[in-house]
T-cell receptor, first 115, second 111 residues
Framework: EAGVAQSPRYKIIEKRQSVAFWCNPI?????LYWYQQILGQGPKLLIQ????????DSQLPKDRFSAERLKGVDSTLKIQPAKLEDSAVYLC?????????????FGPGTRLTVL | GDSVTQMEGPVTLSEEAFLTINCTYT??????LFWYVQYPGEGLQLLLK?????DKGSNKGFEATYRKETTSFHLEKGSVQVSDSAVYFC??????????FGQGTELSVKP
């Protein structure tokens, strides 16, 4: 079974530029998560999708971050304009809706550096 | 809100030493608890989990017991190997299903 795919793996941009990240979850997984992991900290949820609907985006900085999940499969996360403090690893995870506990499977992440 | 606190690193041990990484949590309700591991250059992987009080999760020689009375989920291994060098994250899932992580503990095992 293929894992969660993310691209690009690395991105370097100047502040005030825009950037987009892509995630392809495990086939059949209904729930998709985007986490932000700042160096030296644990991952923090930005947004959670159930199929193509948003379940939780309470910690998404909506003035600059946006995310969508088309057709309940792939997802993109966009930052516009980027700030220095957005430098982090952006992790995508997915889980199925079967069973009492839905393990989250993580992709390799996209490391963003904002200069 | 819910939170997880784990001991700060880095932790440096010699091969075959005993490992303990402390983790305590604050939560409403009865969350499931997890340890994730992040090896150098790789993504987060679930190491073990416990879904209710007194459950013991175990995997690859690591163990952790869900202690409701002390709100703790300490990670232990009796004899670490160089290949265990990684960053370890304690986490809980809140009522909405999202994971709340501690800050991570870097473990370095020397031969």
């Amino acid at each position: 079974e293929a894992g969660v795919a993310q691209s690009p793996r690395y991105k370097i941009i100047e502040k005030r530029q825009s950037v987009a990240f892509w995630c392809n979850p495990i086939s059949g997984h209904a729930t998709l998560y985007w986490y932000q992991q700042i160096l030296g900290q644990g991952p923090k949820l930005l947004i959670q999708f159930q199929n193509n609907g948003v379940v939780d985006d309470s910690q998404l900085p909506k003035d600059r971050f946006s995310a969508e999940r088309l057709k309940g499969v792939d997802s993109t996360l966009k930052i516009q304009p980027a700030k220095l403090e957005d430098s982090a690893v952006y992790l995508c995870a997915s889980s199925s809706d079967r069973g009492s506990y839905n393990e989250q499977f993580f992709g390799p992440g996209t490391r963003l550096t904002v200069l | 809100g819910d939170s997880v606190t784990q001991m700060e690193g880095p932790v440096t041990l010699s091969e075959e030493a005993f490992l303990t990484i402390n983790c305590t949590y604050t939560a409403t309700g009865y969350p499931s608890l997890f340890w994730y591991v992040q090896y150098p250059g790789e993504g987060l992987q679930l190491l073990l989990k416990a879904t209710k009080a007194d459950d013991k999760g175990s995997n690859k020689g690591f163990e952790a017991t869900y202690r409701k009375e002390t709100t703790s989920f300490h990670l232990e291994k009796g004899s670490v190997q160089v290949s265990d060098s990684a960053v370890y994250f304690c986490a809980l899932n809140d009522q909405g299903g999202k994971l709340i992580f501690g800050q991570g503990t870097e473990l370095s095992v020397k031969p």
